[in-house]
């Protein structure tokens, strides 16, 4: 794993949900250096060292200013499968994002939008089999809340959050 430190906003939420704010434990260390960043917590049992200090590498750490971001959701392909919970409209299987795509619901040949409301997740298979036909059973497509996408965040990062960020991480 790669992630080892979530970075915190300046309001004790993280930076960003989706994809998740964490970096490798070098880039933490730097941004501590640099004060960018106050620690929130440690490793206890994680100490890196050089010729001249020991340092334990932090598993949270929190931005000094508070940045501003829009809390609007943006479409797009990786918010569509959290939306989805990486589960395959057709087969409803669930799948690894490399595994997924987007399908239109009314197929774009057939004047269909990219859009919340008329795309759904599919399987790579059921995808091709489903190719440009418009279903009788349409899957339900809307705009996601926040709240769904953190559940679909919840299915897909479980084994990646470490212990000491789950109290960070509730909505
Ligand atoms: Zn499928």
């Known amino acids: 794993m790669s992630n080892h430190c979530l970075i915190l906003n300046g309001n004790g939420r993280p930076l960003s949900y989706f994809p998740l704010s964490a970096v490798d434990w070098k880039t933490a260390v730097k941004l501590v250096f640099t004060r960018n960043v106050i620690v929130i917590k440690e490793y206890s049992d994680w100490v890196v060292r050089s010729p001249s200090i020991t340092f334990k590498v932090p598993s949270i750490v929190m931005l000094r200013k508070y940045h501003k971001f829009s809390s609007k959701i943006k479409f797009s392909r990786s918010n569509v499968f959290l939306r989805d919970m990486y589960t395959c409209s057709y087969c409803t299987n669930v799948f690894e994002k490399k595994d997924l795509t987007i399908d239109h619901i009314i197929p774009k040949s057939k004047g269909g939008k990219t859009s919340w409301d008329n795309v759904t997740t599919s399987c790579k298979s059921c995808n091709i089999s489903k190719a440009d036909k418009i279903l009788e059973k349409l899957p339900e497509a809307?705009?996601?809340?926040?709240?769904?996408?953190?559940?679909?965040?919840?299915?897909?990062?479980?084994?990646?959050i470490i212990k000491d960020w789950e109290e960070y991480i509730v909505a």
């Open 142 to 160: 809307t705009v996601p809340t926040f709240r769904d996408l953190l559940k679909g965040q919840e299915v897909s990062i479980k084994d990646k």
